[in-house]
Every structure is written in structure tokens, then in C-alpha cells.
């Protein structure tokens, strides 16, 4: 069984700074990409940032701000989210894309807020 565990969410300040991680478990085939998604009540969910094969992709309104890395030993997903603003709060949920197909976290709470 896939499990993908979110953690790092909390409240922060604007200007301040967050780390996501998301580890995956129960995935004994290949790994294609990792991300970090967001969504707000009544909005759709957004790309947030993906690493694929070492190619990093980033939404716009993050890019660079925000910056993703891989531990594929731990089988670790993380988002370091930096200069934090109030237009990031959202819940963010990490997504797994693999052989036997797609996977989301449970989703974690960012709140940006002074």
C-alpha cells in the first residue's frame, strides 16, 4: 500500500520560512516525479513545484522563493519555501507519479499571517 506522509505545515509570519517533507512508502517500483501542489476552499488545486530526473519545474508566483529537492535514499520529497506571503497560505499536498500510477498526500497546512 502507497503512503505518502506530509509534514512541516504551520503558521509563519510573512517574510518567514517553512520546509515541507513528504515521505513515501510501500512503492517498490519506479519513481517518475515528485511534487508539492496547494489548494484553497473553492479554488482549484495548483502546481506548486515538481523534480523529475533532477529537472525542476516551478509555478511562477513561487519561482525563487521556493525550491524542491529529492532524497531518493529516504525516498523523501521536500519544498523549502522561503519569503513567505500571505498569498501562500494553502493546503499543500505532495504527489507521488510512479509505474503503477498516482498517489496524493493527506495534505498539510500552510498559514502565512501576521
Known amino acids: 500500500q502507497v503512503q505518502l506522509v506530509e509534514s512541516g505545515g504551520g503558521l509563519v509570519q510573512p517574510g518567514g520560512s517553512l520546509r515541507l517533507s513528504c515521505v513515501v512508502s510501500?512503492?517498490?517500483?519506479?519513481?517518475?516525479?515528485m511534487g508539492w501542489y496547494r489548494q484553497n476552499p473553492g479554488e482549484q488545486r495548483e502546481l506548486v513545484a515538481t523534480?523529475?530526473?533532477?529537472?525542476?519545474n516551478y509555478a511562477l508566483s513561487v519561482k525563487g522563493r521556493f525550491t524542491i529537492s529529492r532524497d531518493n535514499a529516504k525516498n523523501t520529497v521536500y519544498l523549502q519555501m522561503n519569503s513567505l506571503k500571505p498569498e501562500d497560505t494553502a493546503v499543500y499536498y505532495c504527489?507521488?507519479?510512479?509505474?503503477?500510477?498516482?498517489?496524493w498526500g493527506q495534505g498539510t497546512q500552510v498559514t502565512v499571517s501576521s
Open positions: 523534480i523529475s530526473g533532477g529537472v525542476r
Open positions: 510501500g512503492i517498490i517500483y519506479g519513481i517518475y516525479d
Open positions: 504527489r507521488v507519479v510512479h509505474s503503477r500510477g498516482t498517489n
